[in-house]
T-cell receptor
């Protein structure tokens, strides 16, 4: 089965700290695409970062970066210098074949 | 703003009503999706359309009826819903179904009374 597991249902960190959200997945495919989405209280799901499995280099997007470990099927998201606006649900997702599969999400609270 | 627009934003309907949710994208995408998001449950993929053809229907009850008249528009027709159908319904689109990220609308918060 192709699944995505986010083992942290909820996390809280102080503003300006660094936080890492974990994600593991299961697939027998060799080439696929991985994503992190953010859903703030406004409900809009927004793409944070994208990684192609065939690329060894970890994707970065400003304060957001990933640690992609293909052999371990791990795709964690690191948020540096966290800000109050980072408070949201974060969903890990991937496309192994022809549909996107989402994890259950991690609710992240950034505390002032 | 992601380029995917959903209307209405909020909807309250009785169990005997018939209503429709609308989704529109002008991103030139070929695939469109309906998701259901309930409290404390993962995102549930309901329907997938690729090039206006339904390619996936995840055992969704027949009281939900999708329609994709063209590549820019997607509807979800609702009739005789149950209170447990109350949820956030999200529409998304993507360039294709196998490699590109999905862009989401802001959702319709549906309450069935």
């Amino acid at each position: 089965a192709q699944t995505v597991t986010q083992s942290q249902p909820e996390m809280s960190v102080q503003e300006a700290e660094t936080v890492t959200l974990s994600c593991t997945y299961d697939t027998s495919e060799n080439n696929y695409y991985l994503f992190w989405y953010k859903q703030p209280p406004s409900r809009q799901m927004i793409l944070v970062i994208r990684q192609e499995a065939y690329k060894q280099q970890n994707a970065t997007e400003n304060r957001f970066s990933v640690n992609f470990q293909k052999a371990a099927k791990s795709f964690s998201l690191k948020i540096s210098d966290s800000q109050l606006g980072d408070t949201a649900m974060y969903f890990c997702a991937f496309i192994p074949t022809n549909k996107i599969i989402f994890g259950k999400g991690t609710r992240l609270h950034i505390l002032p | 703003e992601t380029g995917v627009t959903q209307t209405p934003r909020h909807l309250v309907m009785g169990m005997t009503n018939k209503k429709s949710l609308k989704c529109e994208q002008h991103l030139g995408h070929n695939a469109m999706y309906w998701y259901k998001q309930s409290a404390k449950k993962p995102l549930e993929l309901m329907f997938v359309y690729s090039l206006e053809e339904r390619v996936e229907n995840n055992s969704v009850p027949s009281r939900f009826s999708p329609e994709c008249p063209n590549s820019s528009h997607l509807f979800l027709h609702l009739h005789t819903l149950q209170p447990e159908d109350s949820a956030l319904y999200l529409c998304a689109s993507s360039q294709d179904t196998y490699r590109t990220e999905a862009f989401f609308g802001q959702g319709t918060r549906l309450t069935v009374v």
